[in-house]
């Protein structure tokens, strides 16, 4: 018997909906699948078979995150395509500041409504992110709540797992004064501090459609340009040059996130006029009238990673990040201190 229930459409919920969303995103999930995927999506549980040959000690490394309040954004500009890279950005990118490789990632979506067109174009995104890593999206989830959600607003958050051998997770005790950090852009804002974005812009559809040259676009596709996925590039430059630890720049901008990647007793000397700021971030400021000191510690301030290595090392890291397609420069050094960031 065809699986349909008339009482709980009248509740809010279709399920034939939410089959029709699974077709449509089908084709987007087969991008993602690689032989170690064993199973096929519709099953209780996604598997994957593991691939750690040349390792000792493998060790699993996990990691979650959601969009935030970006999401808002793409409501206002009804662009649901690009968010769910966001969403695998935000995992994968913390797992390779462990050295790790990530394997397979999963989906949530929550929704109020489930409107099949809408939820597989989110998928889409999610699948895209995926394809950029290399990793399998194996399995998710959609769940529409009624009455939980409105009707056109929905919330997504992932899951992913990558792993390394236990000798190459990376280890910040290896750090020692004069150690560098080497900034790799980012694209954008990122998918952090859109709440005080949206103060200060008092979000709506009207102001998101205002071009601004330095953008050199509008603030709605500027300010919903996905997060930049670094695992290619790191992978490689893992390969090439010893790395000694890895922030991923996110909420809490520098202060709280590069403080994270460092020994005890050091601190990361940045000179302010170093900091290749992008336009967004100027806009942000003038226009919020933001302290500097909150914007650093709000935002990555176009600084998406900060990697460190040691100084002999850094010609061969910036020209191996810039082969890799990454905007990669010096952005301070490491000294004795426990100030966490001496940012001047």
């Given at each position: ?77 009804d662009k649901h395509t690009t968010i769910g890279i966001d969403c695998v950005a935000m995992c ?175 601190s990361a000397r940045i000179q302010r006029c170093d900091v290749q700021v992008l336009p967004i ?64």
């Open positions: 018997m065809e699986s349909y229930s008339e009482s709980y459409k009248k509740a809010g919920v279709d399920v034939t909906a939410g089959y029709q969303a699974v077709e449509l995103m089908k084709s987007h999930i087969a991008r993602t699948m690689s032989k170690n995927v064993l199973t096929d999506i519709g099953g209780f549980g996604g598997l994957y078979a593991l691939d750690v040959s040349g390792m000792k000690q493998p060790v699993l490394v996990s990691s979650t995150d959601g969009v935030g309040t970006k999401l808002k954004i793409a409501f206002l500009m994968v990118n913390d797992i390779i500041c462990c050295g790790a490789k990530p394997q397979f990632f999963l989906d949530y979506i929550a929704l109020g409504k489930n409107f099949p067109k809408k939820v597989a174009e989110i998928v889409s995104g999610v699948a895209e992110g995926c394809v950029q890593v290399g990793c399998a999206l194996i399995g998710g989830e959609t769940a529409e709540m009624p009455g939980f959600y409105p009707e056109d607003e929905y919330d997504v958050a992932g899951f992913a797992v990558g792993v390394v051998d236990q000798s190459k997770i990376l280890n910040s005790n290896t750090q020692k004064a004069g150690d560098v950090l080497i900034a790799l852009q980012s694209s954008g804002v990122h998918s952090n501090g859109y709440s005080l974005i949206r103060k200060v812009f008092t979000v709506n559809s009207g102001n998101l459609a205002r071009h601004f040259s330095d953008l050199g676009c509008t603030l709605g596709e500027c300010l919903l340009t996905p997060t930049k996925i670094y695992v290619t590039a790191i992978q490689k430059l893992l390969q090439e040059v010893t790395v000694k630890s890895i922030a991923h720049i996110t909420g809490g901008g520098f202060y709280e996130n590069i403080p994270r990647a460092l020994k005890k007793g050091l971030f100027d806009l942000i400021a003038k226009t919020g009238k933001i302290p500097e000191h909150d914007m650093f510690n709000t935002f990555n301030m176009g600084v998406g990673m900060a990697v460190c290595v040691a100084s002999e090392d850094v010609d061969k890291a910036i020209r191996t990040l810039r082969d890799a397609g990454e905007t990669a420069y010096i952005l301070g050094e490491l000294v004795e201190s426990n100030e966490g960031i001496i940012l001047k």
